[in-house]
T-cell receptor
């Protein structure tokens, strides 16, 4: 089992460029999440998908879009990157989406926007 | 005020020491509590859930004080491999989209 995988691991973009971060899980989990982690701050939820076919905004959704392609895959798109989106992005999944679930994280994508 | 607060550290302790971290949360309706561990430039991983009665897993003990709204983590007989950042995580209700992550406390265990 690979768990949660993310691509790419690193990315440098120029302001205004677009890109898609890919995430896949092989644990048959229903719920998937995208977080960003900035220095001195806790992880903040960007978007989540409680189950296949549904997506909802989290705490910091502006500038991002998501697609739950199927049960395994959940992608995050930056349409027009801004320097404020420089961050480490983590995808996570959990079995049922409940509040007591363990969240399993991918290795992260380090994004720099110049 | 942040919803989940932690002392960022770093806590520098010698091998074999006992170290304790506290975390406070502001939402009294919070339902579930956890400690996650994050190694440098890696992803967070669940260390342990925190139950009302307190719970222990080997050298690690977690306590919850709902009245004072704080959670603690005690590490006994520290190992070099315990060096990491420890994230306090609180769930506001019973939904997975409502986890709130603290900024983390950095621990360095020194030889």
């Amino acid at each position: 089992n690979a768990g949660v995988t993310q691509t790419p691991k690193f990315q440098v973009l120029k302001t205004g460029q677009s890109m898609t971060l890919q995430c896949a899980q092989d644990m048959n989990h229903n719920s998937m999440y995208w977080y960003r982690q900035d220095p001195g701050m806790g992880l903040r939820l960007i978007y989540y998908s409680a189950s296949e076919g549904t997506t909802d905004k989290g705490e910091v959704p502006n500038g991002y879009n998501v697609s739950r392609l199927n049960k395994r895959e959940f992608s995050l798109r930056l349409e027009s990157a801004a320097p404020s989106q420089t961050s480490v992005y983590f995808c996570a999944s959990s079995s049922t989406g409940g509040g007591a679930d363990t969240q399993y994280f991918g290795p992260g994508t380090r994004l720099t926007v110049l | 005020r942040k919803e989940v607060e932690q002392d960022p550290g770093p806590f520098n302790v010698p091998e074999g020491a006992t170290v304790a971290f506290n975390c406070t949360y502001s939402n009294s309706a919070s339902q579930s509590f956890f400690w996650y561990r994050q190694d440098c430039r890696k992803e967070p991983k669940l260390l342990m859930s925190v139950y009302s009665s307190g719970n222990e897993d080997g050298r690690f003990t977690a306590q919850l004080n709902r009245a004072s709204q704080y959670i603690s983590l005690l590490i006994r007989d520290s190992k070099l491999s315990d060096s990491a950042t420890y994230l306090c995580v609180v769930n506001r209700d019973n939904y997975g989209q409502n986890f709130v992550f603290g900024p983390g406390t950095r621990l360095s265990v020194l030889p």
